[in-house]
């Protein structure tokens, strides 16, 4: 009995923290899976607003070369004229 009480005596510090490092490494493991959960939907919606950027430069592109176009043509339409 009096082994069993220095065993538990000796090492009971020893498992004590054994314990709390399992503990912790399996916390830190579900806040790495929430955190990587969290970061892909991240990634998912910046991918989108990026591609709807995209639609929209192109959008404004197309309208300042039609815009561009009119200029050339109200010029020459003016040049006529005078």
Do not use: F, H, P
Not at 13 to 29: E, H, P, R, T
Not at 66 to 76: A, H, M, P, T
Request: a negative charge; charged letters at 35%.
């Amino acid at each position: 009995m009096e082994e069993i009480a220095k065993l538990i005596a000796n090492y009971s510090i020893l498992i004590v923290i054994a314990m709390l490092y399992l503990w912790d490494s399996i916390q830190n493991k579900k806040r790495n899976a929430e955190i990587e959960e969290q970061n892909s939907r991240i990634l998912e919606q910046n991918t989108r607003c990026l591609e709807e950027m995209k639609n929209t430069n192109i959008n404004i592109y197309k309208s300042l070369e039609i815009i561009q176009s009119d200029l050339k043509d109200v010029k020459e339409k003016v040049g006529e004229r005078r």
